[in-house]
Nanobody, 122 residues
C-alpha cells in the first residue's frame, strides 16, 4: 500500500482560499489515481474530487465544482486540492486516498491519510 500524509488545513473565513497537500510514499505514486474526501461531524465521509494517475482526468462533487481544483505532481509524489471561495459548509476533516482507478466511491480506495481539519468561519 501507499502511505499518505495530508497537510495544509486550518481555520479561515468564508471566501478565503486554502491549498491542501497530500504526500505519498511507499509505492509508485503514478500507479494510483488519487481522491479527496471529507467528513463533517455526524456525517458520512463524502467524495470531493478525484484525479487519474496521469492527471488527465479529474472529477468533482457538484458542491465544489468551480471552486475546488485537484492536481498532482508525480515527480513530487504529491496531490493537491486548491480550495477557493470557501464556505462554512466546507468545514470538515479532509482525507486523501489512493486507488487503482479514479472513483467517487469511498470503498474503492484502499489507502487513506490521517486527515487534516478545515474550518471555515462565517
Amino acid at each position: 500500500q501507499v502511505q499518505l500524509v495530508e497537510s495544509g488545513g486550518g481555520l479561515v473565513q468564508a471566501g478565503d482560499s486554502l491549498r491542501l497537500s497530500c504526500a505519498a510514499s511507499g509505492r509508485t505514486f503514478s500507479d494510483y489515481a488519487m481522491g479527496w474526501f471529507r467528513q463533517a461531524p455526524g456525517k458520512e465521509r463524502e467524495f470531493v474530487a478525484a484525479i487519474s494517475w496521469s492527471g488527465g482526468s479529474t472529477y468533482y462533487a457538484d458542491s465544489v465544482k468551480g471552486r475546488f481544483t485537484i492536481s498532482r505532481d508525480n515527480a513530487k509524489n504529491t496531490v493537491y486540492l486548491q480550495m477557493n471561495s470557501l464556505k462554512p459548509e466546507d468545514t470538515a476533516v479532509y482525507y486523501c486516498a489512493a486507488s487503482r482507478s479514479a472513483s467517487t466511491v469511498v470503498r474503492r480506495y484502499g489507502s487513506w491519510g490521517q486527515g487534516t481539519q478545515v474550518t471555515v468561519s462565517s
